[in-house]
């Protein structure tokens, strides 16, 4: 059976100083699923992404990516594991104001070799793979361009393209429409789905705004989860 892009089992984590804590019997993700993370501000949205990702390990049980018990790592292994596996969306989008649109989008393959590789297999090239994606997403005019010249809206979609490039196993989608009226908010969900789905990557989509699950399989709400 093939393992799940991402396994939680028995998470526990707790903050001393406050505190809050996060209990997570088991939550898993395959290949394609799409998921719908929803909680109130300081519901926990922000810990349990970063003990997802490896960034915070959690004081018992295991966070699993493609198999791999992320705290049986070393900080590097983890890391590569990250930057080969997952793509982020962030709320601010986190795009290097001084370079290119392509080359904003390129950046992931420059740091992961499986990302890179796979952009090879499948497009011949890293900037062509780069070129496929901003076309789907309606910003093939502007690959040259700074990304400071553009609209909120078109940063927005060049940071979804950097987030797909090479096929991560995983998109994590942090806020990434909360710069955006409700119905770009759609739209752009739709878009970001559709690419995905293409790739066979699963996406976690976090958001305050409940309209927006209606886009992806299931939903899960992080105050289930609290102790």
């Known amino acids: 059976m093939t393992a799940a892009v991402l396994h939680c089992n028995n998470i526990a984590f707790k903050y001393a100083s406050s505190g809050f804590e996060l209990k ?59 930057v080969d596996h997952i793509g982020f969306l962030f709320q601010q989008f986190n795009l290097l104001s001084y370079l290119s649109v392509l080359d904003n989008v390129n950046l992931p393959c420059k740091f992961s070799k499986r990302r890179k590789q796979n952009a090879l297999t499948h497009s011949g090239s890293v900037n062509q793979a780069a070129k496929q994606l901003l076309g789907a997403l309606g910003m093939d005019k502007f690959l040259n361009q700074s990304v400071s010249t553009l609209s909120v809206g078109q940063q927005q979609r060049v940071a979804a393209a950097r987030a797909l490039i090479g096929q991560p196993d995983l998109i994590i989608a942090d806020e990434p429409t909360s ?49």
Do not use: Y
């Open 24 to 82: 997570i019997p088991e939550f898993s993700m395959q290949a394609g699923d799409t998921v719908f993370l929803e909680g109130d501000s300081g519901s926990g949205k922000s810990t349990l992404l970063n003990l997802m990702a490896g960034v915070l390990l959690p004081q018992s049980g295991h966070v699993s990516l493609m198999g791999k018990n992320l705290s049986a790592l070393s900080a590097s292994q983890c890391d590569a594991l990250r």
């Open 179 to 227: 710069a955006l009226d409700a119905g770009h908010q759609a739209q752009f969900v739709q878009l970001l789905l559709a690419q995905a789905a293409q790739q066979n990557t699963a996406v976690l989509l976090v958001s305050h705004d409940p309209a927006l699950a209606q886009h992806c399989d299931r939903r899960q709400r992080v105050e289930q989860w609290q102790a």
